[in-house]
């Protein structure tokens, strides 16, 4: 059964340093999303991605973030100047042409110390 | 109100229960509705939509009322393997891109 994938699976940085997070999404999906949760909360739309451009995005994907499509398979997050608070585990998904069910991958979990 | 509201539990239950769990959402004008099922520190693994008619898979049973803006889930002869955090998620389609709410989830812990 074809899944989503990511790595890497954890990742400790400083804060200030950049991070790049990678995805690759299942083979023939179209829309592309990232999520985050933080240690003991709900789980949080960043971003989505259709058609090589962002179709929508939440309060906390602010400039420090961006996302990109550089290939025909890998999907990534980029955090520009990582802070304390952006430890979290980070879900990449995607979803068919039904732009309903959305399948997440096994998350990298962040940690900026 | 929140987007998207859950009792977080936990529901401890023997072995052969039955359980239901409720949510409750904001937003009249969501278009689908999902309960995915959460295990400590894994990704969220779709269960099953939900729809208006009601639709089961196994001993799932999910339920929708559009007017109450509710959505539930039964659990029927619940197993250990059930053990999981189960999480109330609502799409509301927004231009080309699709935004799921997530509930904060409720633990449901199956003993024996």
């Known amino acids: 059964e074809p899944e989503v994938t990511q790595t890497p699976s954890h990742q400790v940085t400083q804060m200030g340093q950049e991070v790049i997070l990678r995805c690759v999404p299942i083979?023939?999906?179209?829309?592309f999303y990232w999520y985050r949760q933080i240690l003991g909360q709900k789980v949080e739309f960043l971003v989505s991605?259709?058609?090589?451009?962002?179709?929508?995005k939440s309060e906390i994907f602010d400039d420090q973030f961006s996302v990109e499509r550089p290939d025909g398979s890998n999907f990534t997050l980029k955090i520009r100047s990582t802070k304390l608070e952006d430890s979290a585990m980070y879900f990449c998904?995607?979803?068919?042409?039904?732009?309903?069910?959305?399948?997440f991958g096994p998350g990298t979990r962040l940690l900026v110390l | 109100r929140k987007e998207v509201e859950q009792d977080p539990g936990p529901f401890n239950v023997p072995e052969g229960a039955t359980v239901a769990f409720n949510c409750t959402y904001s937003?009249?004008?969501?278009?689908?509705f999902f309960w995915y099922r959460q295990d400590c520190r894994k990704e969220p693994k779709l269960l099953m939509s939900v729809y208006s008619s009601g639709n089961e898979d196994g001993r799932f049973t999910a339920q929708l009322n559009r007017a109450s803006q509710y959505i539930s889930l039964l659990i029927r002869d619940s197993k250990l393997s059930d053990s999981a955090t189960y999480l109330c998620v609502v799409n509301g389609v927004t231009g080309g891109g699709n935004k799921l709410t997530f509930g904060t989830g409720t633990q449901l812990k199956v003993e024996l």
């Open positions: 998904a995607s979803g068919g042409l039904s732009q309903e069910t959305q399948y």
């Open positions: 991605f259709y058609n090589n451009e962002i179709s929508e």
């Open positions: 937003n009249s004008a969501s278009q689908s």
């Open positions: 083979s023939n999906h179209l829309y």
